[in-house]
T-cell receptor, first 113, second 112 residues
Framework: DAMVIQNPRYQVTQFGKPVTLSCSQT?????MYWYQQKSSQAPKLLFH???????NEADTPDNFQSRRPNTSFCFLDIRSPGLGDAAMYLC????????????FGPGTRLTVT | AQSVTQPDIHITVSEGASLELRCNYS??????LFWYVQSPGQGLQLLLK??????LVQGIKGFEAEFKRSQSSFNLRKPSVHWSDAAEYFC??????????FGTGTSLTVIP
């Protein structure tokens, strides 16, 4: 089945130690999104790629970066994680901007110690 | 400004009872409307969507939703709730570009 895969499902990192979260998709979708979701809150969009075009939300901290080496993969890099960055990180894809639903991966739960 | 409001933070229903989760949106153009469900520790799964046409849409797991333009609402319903429906439910509105606005979610508890 076509799907969105996130690895790892659970990640523990130390305060200030860089961490990378991975997302891959078999849907061949143009758009990939990264969301941050804190407990009991709605997902918050961090940024998205339309093909190789990167679009950062205005309030996304500089500490968060992303890479998309090809259509299938997208990475979220947190350069110096703080305690406030502990959250669920969700990757999603869609077939194009304004073309409807987003397909979500299972998420990566990040813990910062 | 575009926004989505889910007025109920938490709802508790008995198994077998009917369910309605409320969603109100604010969007300048014709919106695309979605309901997603999220089980604990999981990603979001699409329940149903409305783009155009029939205002009553059917989704997976026995859910349906009705788009009411005059009320700017897109309420989710299920006639008989199962214990496995306990989860977090998010309403979302999407449009052109990358905009995809989520409500703050409604947590559903199902009691035996």
């Amino acid at each position: 089945d076509a799907m969105v895969i996130q690895n790892p499902r659970y990640q523990v990192t130390q305060f200030g130690k860089p961490v990378t979260l991975s997302c891959s998709q078999t849907l061949n979708h143009n758009v990939m999104y990264w969301y941050q979701q804190k407990s009991s809150q709605a997902p918050k969009l961090l940024f998205h790629y339309y093909d190789k075009d990167f679009n950062n939300e205005a309030d996304t901290p500089d500490n968060f970066q992303s890479r998309r080496p090809n259509t299938s993969f997208c990475f979220l890099d947190i350069r110096s994680p703080g305690l406030g960055d502990a959250a669920m990180y969700l990757c999603a894809t869609s077939g194009g901007l304004g073309l409807g639903e987003q397909y979500f991966g299972p998420g990566t739960r990040l813990t910062v110690t | 400004a575009q926004s989505v409001t889910q007025p109920d933070i938490h709802i508790t229903v008995s198994e077998g009872a009917s369910l309605e989760l409320r969603c109100n949106y604010s969007y300048g153009a014709t919106p695309y409307l979605f309901w997603y469900v999220q089980s604990p520790g999981q990603g979001l799964q699409l329940l149903l969507k409305y783009f155009s046409g029939d205002t009553l849409v059917q989704g997976i797991k026995g859910f349906e939703a009705e788009f009411k333009r005059s009320q700017s609402s897109f309420n989710l319903r299920k006639p008989s709730v199962h214990w496995s429906d306990a989860a977090e439910y998010f309403c979302a509105v999407g449009g052109t570009g990358n905009q995809f606005y989520f409500g703050t979610g409604t947590s559903l508890t199902v009691i035996p």
